[in-house]
């Protein structure tokens, strides 16, 4: 079949919840919802990615997915925004930096200039949250190859995988790891980038849809001639896709045909560290996470071939339904 094809019902996994069907409003559709776009060229890159995001949360915000005017999606604008925030000047945008920093601030200037607002109080943009790392002791120094055994990071109570903290976790993490094993300290504050678009419906605006993408990477290292890891496609891609969807929303709300449901865009920090900002958003939500129909994460679509895109169904317990 000559065309780009997906199926899923539920998307996201960071927030705790999964997509519920926007009519019936059970957690999970009796049926697959199914999208399909004619393959494009790999001139056209991203297009698949920013057809199937665009369709998806178009049809869950209220509108038939038809609707959506994705000639307005632009390749050369996601790109420029992959460009922009994968340059060597945002110093691998690790958790937390000043590449980091200027990252955010890069993301909320488009998304003001798109007419998103803030989500959080007083109209801000930025969701702040502390960031502890850990310094293992001795034997309980990290090592992954471990397998989970003796010197593992699971013995002195992290995951494998996961680098830090956020401040919600910290008094938890110390009152159950010995002193001994491991010391926490404070590495400093990143930020969520949240902004949101009102639904244009007076019912339904109260109703939300989560787009989300992590903008930060893994920063630097100490040696070679080239020691920036810049992050193209781990997740600028991600974040320039939901960049690149800006216009459109602005360009139907001008039409009077904006999403009915309200948009909320989230950009989190310190995914590399171990989900720390979507667990923060869970934990610290917005808006009402009852009040959410929908959650939809974009993560690594840089190396999509152009006629394929990749779908991960997860059900409310992190747990793959395919």
Wanted: glycine share 10%.
């Amino acid at each position: 079949m000559d065309a780009t094809q997906v199926a899923g019902r539920c998307l996201s996994p960071q927030y705790g919840f999964c997509m519920q069907d926007a009519d019936s409003g059970s957690d999970r559709a009796d049926v697959p919802l199914a999208f399909e776009r004619n393959s494009t060229s790999e001139s056209t890159w991203p297009s698949p990615s920013s057809f199937f995001l665009s369709d998806i949360f178009w049809l869950h915000s209220g509108r038939n997915a038809s609707s959506f005017p994705s000639s307005l999606v632009k390749s050369e604008d996601v790109l420029a925004h992959i460009r922009e925030i994968s340059d060597d000047r945002y110093e691998g945008r690790d958790s937390p930096s000043r590449g980091l920093d200027l990252a955010a601030d890069y993301i909320r200037g488009v998304a003001e200039m798109y007419g998103l607002r803030g989500a959080g109080p007083d109209s801000s943009f930025y969701q702040s949250f502390s960031i502890y790392g850990f310094s293992p002791h001795g034997a309980h120094k990290s090592s992954s190859a471990a397998g989970g055994k003796g010197r593992a990071p699971d013995s002195y109570g992290t995951k494998l995988f996961e680098y830090a903290v956020h401040e919600d976790e910290l008094e938890v993490r110390k009152s159950r790891t010995p002193a001994a094993k491991v010391s926490f300290f404070k590495w400093g504050k990143a930020n969520n980038v949240v902004g949101m678009l009102e639904g244009s419906d007076s019912k339904l605006k109260d109703e939300y849809i989560i787009v989300s993408a992590h903008y930060d990477h893994i920063g630097t290292r100490s040696r070679g001639e080239d020691r920036i890891y810049n992050g193209a496609d781990d997740n600028a891609s991600g974040s320039a896709v939901l960049m690149g969807i800006l216009p459109a929303l602005k360009e139907m709300a001008k039409r009077g045909m904006g999403p009915k449901r309200s948009v909320i865009f989230i950009w989190t920090a310190a995914e590399e560290k171990g989900l720390l900002g979507a667990d923060y958003y869970r934990r610290h939500p917005l808006r009402p996470i009852s009040k959410t129909k929908a959650a939809i994460n974009v993560d690594m679509v840089a190396r999509l071939s152009a006629d394929r895109i990749s779908v991960c169904d997860i059900d409310r317990k992190g747990k793959p339904s395919f």
